[in-house]
């Protein structure tokens, strides 16, 4: 079972990650302050710095941005192997990702996907044919710029279904902790889960590796 795990605010933060066996090691990073964990350019390619080049650990740089020169611009400045595309999913089309991914061949792209009911199935499998992961995420302020980072679950009998249904891996994120993401396995079986909030110290956005350790296990068991 593969693991993301975000809210990376230092080197060591990302360091400590990577020794644990994360697979996927995720930050918000941009210079407009679009969200308030959001990190430096700079400061993103720090955090990145301090993974060991022989692990195999990737990188993912979030955005909830829908401009392309802004998306492109990300990629440039912080060589993620991954671009996590979180903003709402009416603000990047298909066609507009397909044109993101045909600018940045190299770097994958993971199309966040909000889980609401069972139209969210068609809406997987559109974009399955032009990202490289899809991330199904909760989504209770549609208003909000960015899809996640709620800290509750949806509907996994929808999750468990885009599963089945698509052919590009999937990453289950929203509400999952240590307490739960073994069932959550075992309902949706999805390629990868991720973690958040729940692997958060309470009320902030810095790790909490005993959590995190925690939630490997659990994943992992």
């Not at 400590?16 to 308030?36: C, K, R």
């Not at 032009?130 to 679950?153: E, H, M, P, R």
Request: aromatic share 6%.
């Amino acid at each position: 079972m593969k693991i993301q795990i975000y809210g990376h605010d230092s080197p060591e933060d990302a360091l400590a990650s990577s020794q644990l066996g994360v697979d996927f090691i995720g930050v918000a990073t941009g210079e407009l302050g679009h969200l308030p964990n959001e990190v430096s350019y700079e400061r993103c390619k720090l955090i990145f710095s301090a993974i060991p080049q022989n692990s195999n650990t990737s990188t993912i740089a979030l955005t909830i941005s829908d401009e392309i020169s802004e998306i492109i611009e990300i990629v440039k400045m912080v060589k993620p192997d991954v671009i996590h595309l979180s903003g709402q999913i009416h603000n990047m089309p298909v066609a507009k990702v397909s044109q993101l991914k045909q600018t940045i061949p190299i770097t994958k792209i993971m199309q966040a996907i909000p889980v609401t009911d069972f139209s969210s199935i068609k809406l997987a499998l559109k974009y399955q044919h032009v990202c490289d992961y899809i991330i199904l995420d909760t989504n209770i302020k549609s208003d909000s710029g960015d899809i996640g980072a709620t800290g509750q679950t949806h509907d996994w009998n929808v999750s468990r279904e885009i599963v089945k249904a698509v052919n590009i891996p999937i990453i289950l994120a929203g509400g999952l902790g240590p307490n739960n993401v073994s069932k959550a396995i075992n309902e949706v079986r999805p390629w990868c889960v991720d973690s958040f909030t729940h692997t958060n110290k309470p009320n902030t956005y810095v790790n909490d590796f005993d959590k995190v350790k925690s939630f490997i296990e659990a994943a992992r068991t």
